[in-house]
């Protein structure tokens, strides 16, 4: 199983990013995926995760500007990014729970500056 992220990139602050994350190879279950962040300096963080129930969780920090969701059929999930923020400069790194086994994505770098 692999999991390829993208979408990141340069933004201003108050812009917005959508972050994709598409897992491949034998996915068989996705119990969920989730989206993580780290900044130079500091631990990782939950940033968002979705159940295959649907059932979402996001880090304290969101306050309402990030939607994750996912689309079954191809086996992604979305990090909409709203209101982004000098402080959500990070790499952003997918993961999954899948078949019962844990995965990480390569990382995708979110920078927001002006």
């Known amino acids: 199983v692999q999991l390829q992220a993208s979408g990141g990139g340069l933004v201003q602050p108050g812009g917005s990013l959508r972050l994709s994350c598409a897992a491949s190879?034998?996915?068989?279950?996705?119990?969920?995926m989730a989206w993580y962040r780290q900044a130079p300096g500091k631990q990782r963080e939950l940033v968002a995760l979705?159940?295959?129930?649907?059932?979402?969780t996001y880090g304290d920090f969101v306050k309402g500007r990030f939607t994750i969701s996912r689309d079954s059929a191809k086996n992604t999930v979305l990090l909409q990014m709203n209101s982004l923020k000098p402080g959500d400069t990070a790499v952003y790194y997918c993961?999954?729970?899948?078949?019962?086994?844990?995965?990480w994505g390569q990382g995708t770098k979110v920078t927001v500056s002006s």
């Open positions: 190879g034998s996915v068989f279950i996705i119990n969920y």
């Open positions: 979705i159940t295959n129930l649907g059932s979402t």
């Open positions: 993961n999954g729970l899948i078949s019962g086994k844990g995965y």
